[in-house]
């Protein structure tokens, strides 16, 4: 029973590797493109719903190890999130897109990360932002669908290369992962950001405060 274990833990690490290696050979020049298209935004901001929140907000939080404004707009419902993830919940209100849009200024830069390329309020998201602002906000999305709603709204469509798998998409959420850490840690390349840098932004800096017990 432990062998057929190691080989079903072996199968999986070999799975996720090779799904990666595949969006590298497939997306190279577009992420590369992207880094350009990106370098000259004055903020980010990211979008995904269930799975693709969480890689949206990794995605901003390395931004800001990094020195870039960016801010995560999900379909997150905070202690249900586990329900956002798996069911999709509230991926729908168009509302959400609307209320979301009214952040975006030109000069900002939007990544939308969705597997199909379908979620609702993510490429709604997608589609008010550039009727607005067209090419001042330049948007890349990070999908397996270049045929998507999504894909038809955005400047460059980075194609992931998780499929096929089981319902569960861990190899896409993988190779949104490593495309948005490659975005982010390329972009500061660019920028010629150093590692003294990235540690000078990651240092918590405190402020005064009441004593504890007051309110």
Not at 103 to 109: K, Q, S, V
Request: hydrophobic share 40%.
């Amino acid at each position: 029973m432990l062998g057929s274990l190691d080989n079903i833990v072996s199968d999986m690490f070999r799975g996720e590797a090779d799904a990666i290696v595949r969006t590298l050979d497939s997306s190279l020049d577009l992420i590369t493109e992207s880094i350009y298209l990106l370098s000259s935004c004055t903020r980010l901001f990211t979008c995904g719903a269930g799975a693709s929140a969480l890689v949206a907000k990794e995605i901003a939080g390395q931004c800001l190890e990094t020195g870039i404004y960016c801010y995560p707009l999900t379909n997150d419902l905070a202690e249900a999130q586990p329900i956002s993830f798996s069911l999709g919940g509230y991926e729908d209100e168009a509302k959400l897109a609307e209320y979301y849009s009214h952040l975006a200024n030109p000069g900002d830069g939007l990544i939308c990360i969705s597997a199909s390329g379908e979620t609702g309020f993510v490429y709604e998201l997608a589609r008010i932002v550039k009727s607005i602002y067209k090419s001042e906000v330049p948007a890349i999305s990070i999908t397996e669908n270049k045929d998507s709603m999504l894909a038809r709204y955005s400047d460059i469509v980075i194609l992931t290369k998780g499929k096929p798998e089981s319902p569960s998409a861990s190899k896409t959420q993988t190779c949104q992962l490593v495309v948005g850490h490659t975005l982010i840690l390329g972009l500061a390349s660019y920028r010629r950001i150093t590692d003294e840098d990235m540690i000078h932004y990651m240092v918590p800096k405190k402020i005064a405060n009441k004593p504890m017990g007051w309110k």
